[in-house]
């Protein structure tokens, strides 16, 4: 039962680097998610989708781009990484909104 | 006012003791209520849902008490390996969206 994976668990980058935070569910869920977890702060939603094609905006958006061509697929992509966003990322799924999450198992992100 | 709210801790106890969390809400509309679990920053895990007549999972259970706008955990006979960060969540001001709180670490001792 491989639920949601994400690539990479560990990532390096310079500023100004671009790079993608893969995520890939096998459970036909619609819902995806994507969290950024920081000391004190608490995982804050970056984007999520409710659905194949539709995307939105989540708390911290900012500096980050996703898209949802695939119900599996729910890629992250940082523009041009800057060091406010090191942080552990963690891609979540469920059914749909509101309903229970289950999640990646995390990439931790330096930005240098 | 922060949409979910919760008490860091940490909360010390013994092995077998009882403890509880409660963990506060602002949206009054609010639907969907959960615990999860959360070790040394891997990834959370559902710990259970929260119904509105309450649940009970072995030596954990959950209550929501709509009127004061918050829910609780209160765990059983502690274990050491209940020893963890309890994350709080629940759907914010958008229902699309679940809101986690910044969890309660609990620190079970032998």
């Known amino acids: 039962n491989a639920g949601v994976t994400q690539t990479p668990k560990f990532q390096v980058l310079k500023t100004g680097q671009s790079m993608t935070l893969q995520c890939a569910q096998d459970?036909?869920?619609?819902?995806m998610s994507w969290y950024r977890q920081d000391p004190g702060m608490g995982l804050r939603l970056i984007h999520y989708?409710?659905?194949?094609?539709?995307?939105d905006q989540g708390e911290v958006p900012n500096g980050y781009n996703v898209s949802r061509s695939t119900t599996e697929d729910f890629p992250l992509r940082l523009l041009s990484a800057a060091p406010s966003q090191t942080s552990v990322y963690f891609c979540?799924?469920?059914?749909?909104?509101?309903?229970?999450?289950?999640f990646g198992s995390g990439t931790q992100l330096s930005v240098l | 006012r922060k949409e979910v709210e919760q008490d860091p801790g940490p909360f010390n106890v013994p092995e077998g003791a009882t403890v509880a969390f409660n963990c506060t809400y602002s949206?009054?509309?609010?639907?969907?209520f959960f615990w999860y679990r959360q070790d040394c920053r891997k990834e959370p895990k559902l710990l259970m849902s929260?119904?509105?007549s309450g649940n009970e999972d072995g030596r954990f259970t959950a209550q929501l008490n709509r009127a004061s706008q918050y829910i609780s955990l209160l765990i059983r006979d502690s274990k050491l390996s209940d020893s963890a960060t309890y994350l709080c969540?629940?759907?914010?001001?958008?229902?699309?969206?679940?809101?986690f709180g910044t969890g309660t670490r609990l620190l079970v001792s032998p």
């Open positions: 949206n009054s509309a609010s639907q969907s």
């Open positions: 459970m036909n869920h619609e819902y």
């Open positions: 989708s409710v659905g194949a094609g539709i995307t």
């Open positions: 929260v119904y509105s």
């Open positions: 979540a799924s469920g059914r749909g909104p509101g309903e229970k999450l289950f």
């Open positions: 969540v629940v759907n914010g001001r958008s229902f699309q969206k679940l809101v």
